[in-house]
C-alpha cells in the first residue's frame, strides 16, 4: 500500500534562491503524494532561507532545518536522522524533478526487493536556458557496478534510495566534503540490486559555479579516494566502513599503482598532473585495465 512507502525527499540549499522555489514546487507538485520534504538550508546569506520558510508555513509537507554552514555532507545527514519514509529522494536546490519521477522510482522499486538504489537520466539545462542534446543512458545493474569502479554513473539529484539500507553503511561518509554520493551508491551495491530509469525525470542545471565546477581539484581527490576504497574493499584490505585518507592508499603497496593511474586519467581535474612519462611499468599494465577512461582522455584532448 502507498502508505508504507512513504518518501523522505532532502533537498538542501546554499545560497539557491534564484531557483529554489521552482525546485521545491516540482517536488510538491509529483504525481505520487506519500512524501515529506525536508529542507536543510546551510547557511545561507541571501533570500534562500526566507523563501523556504515561506513554503514551508503554506504546506505541512515541508520541514524545514535551520543550520550553520557545515557542509553538504553534514547537510545530508542530519535530514537523514529524522527522515520518517522507507526511501530517501535526493533533489538539488537548483534542479527540477518531472511529475512523475518519484511514482516511477517508487513502481521500479517494488518489483523486487532486493532492490536498494535508483537513479534516472535527465535533461541538461546550460546557464542559457537551453537544453543540451545528451542521450539516455541505460545500465543494467551489473553493468552499473562494473562502471561504479572507476566512474559515478549516477545523477545525485536523481537518486532514491532505501533508508534502511543506507544507514546499515554508515549514511554519507563525513570524512569527505565531496563524492558522499558516489561513495554511498559502491557501498549500495555491495548489499542489493541498483538501477537507472531510462527515462529524463529530472531537468539539471549545468551552471559554471556549481560545486563540481568551482571545487573539481577536492571532487576529484574525493572520488579516487573512494575509488580506490572501492577497490581495496574488493581485495579486502580495508572493511566498508573502515576511513583511510588517500595517503594511506598512495603508501600502500597494494593501492599505490591504481592511485597514481586514477590521477593520470583525470589529470585534468587535478591540479597536480600526473603524465603518462610519470608511470612506471606495472602501473601502465594497470592502465590497459581502463578503456573508457583512456577513451575519455583521448576525447578530451582533441576537443582541447
Given at each position: 500500500m502507498e502508505t508504507d512507502n512513504k518518501i523522505s525527499v532532502i533537498l538542501p540549499v546554499?545560497?539557491?534562491?534564484?531557483?529554489v522555489s521552482q525546485s521545491i514546487y516540482s517536488v510538491l507538485n509529483q504525481t505520487y503524494k506519500n512524501f515529506e520534504l525536508i529542507i536543510i538550508d546551510d547557511g545561507s546569506t541571501d533570500n534562500s532561507k526566507e523563501i523556504c520558510k515561506s513554503l514551508s508555513r503554506k504546506d505541512d509537507r515541508i520541514i524545514f532545518l535551520d543550520n550553520a554552514h557545515r557542509g553538504?555532507?553534514?547537510?545530508l545527514n542530519k535530514a537523514l536522522e529524522i527522515a520518517k519514509g522507507k526511501f530517501v529522494a535526493r533533489q538539488d536546490a537548483d534542479d527540477i524533478s518531472l511529475p512523475e519521477r518519484?511514482?516511477?522510482?517508487?513502481?521500479?522499486?517494488?518489483?523486487?526487493?532486493?532492490?536498494?538504489?535508483?537513479?534516472?537520466?535527465?535533461?541538461?539545462?546550460d546557464q542559457n536556458n537551453i537544453y543540451k542534446n545528451n542521450k539516455s543512458l541505460k545500465f543494467t545493474n551489473n553493468g552499473i557496478k562494473k562502471k561504479l569502479k572507476y566512474s559515478n554513473c549516477f545523477v545525485h539529484s536523481s537518486i532514491m534510495f532505501?533508508?534502511?539500507?543506507?544507514q546499515n553503511l554508515g549514511n554519507y561518509?563525513?570524512?569527505?566534503?565531496?563524492?558522499?554520493?558516489?561513495?554511498?551508491w559502491w557501498k549500495l551495491t555491495t548489499i542489493g540490486e541498483v538501477?537507472?530509469?531510462?527515462?529524463?525525470?529530472?531537468?539539471?542545471?549545468?551552471?559554471?559555479?556549481?560545486?563540481?565546477?568551482?571545487?573539481?581539484?577536492?571532487?576529484?581527490?574525493?572520488?579516487?579516494?573512494?575509488?580506490v576504497k572501492f577497490y581495496a574493499y574488493n581485495k579486502k584490505i580495508v572493511g566498508i566502513n573502515e576511513n583511510k585518507d588517500i595517503k594511506f592508499?598512495?603508501?600502500?603497496?597494494?593501492?599505490k599503482n591504481k592511485v597514481k593511474v586514477m590521477k593520470y586519467l583525470y589529470n585534468d581535474k587535478l591540479d597536480e598532473k600526473i603524465y603518462f612519462k610519470n608511470l612506471n611499468l606495472k602501473q601502465l599494465f594497470e592502465l590497459i585495465c581502463h578503456p573508457n577512461l583512456i577513451i575519455r582522455k583521448i576525447i578530451k584532448k582533441i576537443i582541447i
Open positions: 546554499h545560497n539557491s534562491q534564484e531557483f553538504l555532507t553534514v547537510s518519484f511514482e516511477k522510482q517508487i513502481n521500479w522499486f517494488l518489483k523486487d526487493e532486493r532492490r536498494v538504489l535508483c537513479g534516472t537520466n535527465c535533461k541538461i539545462l532505501l533508508k534502511n539500507s543506507a561518509d563525513e570524512n569527505l566534503e565531496y563524492a558522499q554520493d558516489y561513495d554511498l538501477g537507472n530509469l531510462y527515462e529524463k525525470l529530472l531537468i539539471l542545471r549545468n551552471r559554471k559555479n556549481s560545486i563540481s565546477v568551482k571545487n573539481k581539484n577536492n571532487q576529484t581527490l574525493n572520488f579516487i579516494q573512494s575509488c592508499y598512495e603508501n600502500n603497496n597494494l593501492t
